[in-house]
């Protein structure tokens, strides 16, 4: 069977990133998936193009756009952090996060979009952040010395306006774009950690990433064409108080 919808995925190496490339890659829509990430990593699947690229960088990104010759959809999820105090934070540490987070958003999405509007469809997806809705709770980090920054909440707050702006500016032509923002998702946290923040969930546990995938398939399906400038956000209710 061909296959019927192109999509992109960064950050494919990743957690979450892998997570999103393997589910999409067994899907009913027959997706052909660019699997994009700065690290060496191999997908082995006839669906799956392994892509290194830095997406910070505009002529890496613009050399690979002049191959994409029909695009569906994009999943924005290649994203850092930084953990050393505020008040130590270096210039090039907040530009590292901004570039990666913001400015590789930005060119993955510009092209993206030129190419959504040739064809008349398309759906982007932004993975946002609890962090960029609220600020973090310093106090269920405990003595780890991995505080959320400050530079992390700026950037996934910018993704999700990112979203909103796009979203009122190309629904005209016919491409949905809204954001995914999970709340923290479990991998080899300190016990003190996932203790503390399993006490502040409602849902007593810390997020899988089996549990991003139902926002990830709705907001792609075909039937989406209203739901526009949306931030999902999958938390298990840890924002709710």
Not at 103 to 114: D, W
């Amino acid at each position: 069977m061909p296959f019927t919808k192109t999509i992109i995925v960064t950050g494919s190496s990743g957690q979450i990133g892998q997570a999103f490339v393997r589910h999409l890659s067994q899907s009913n829509d027959n997706y052909y998936i660019y699997a994009l990430d700065k690290n060496k990593f191999s997908y082995n699947k006839k669906n799956i193009k392994n892509i290194e690229i830095d997406i910070t960088k505009e002529d890496e990104v613009l050399d690979f756009f002049s191959n994409v010759k029909e695009l569906y959809g994009l999943v924005n999820n290649a994203g850092i952090g930084v953990f050393t105090p505020f008040l130590s934070r270096t210039v090039a540490e907040f530009k590292n996060v901004l570039d990666v987070n913001l400015v590789g958003t930005f060119l993955m999405t510009r092209e993206s979009i030129k190419i959504m509007i040739k064809h008349g469809y398309g759906k982007i997806i932004n993975i946002g952040s609890i962090y960029g809705v609220n600020s973090s709770d310093f106090r269920i980090y405990g003595e780890s010395g991995r505080n959320n920054s400050e530079v992390y909440s700026i950037s996934k707050s910018g993704v999700i306006m990112f979203s909103k702006y796009l979203a009122a500016h190309y629904a005209s032509n016919n491409i949905q774009i809204n954001t995914i923002s999970p709340g923290g998702i479990k991998k080899n946290q300190s016990n003190e950690f996932i203790k503390n923040y399993n006490l502040k969930n409602p849902t007593g546990r810390m997020g899988e990433t089996n549990d991003l995938l139902p926002a990830l398939d709705f907001l792609l399906d075909k039937k989406n064409e209203y739901i526009n400038g949306e931030n999902i956000v999958v938390d298990g209710g840890f924002t709710t108080w």
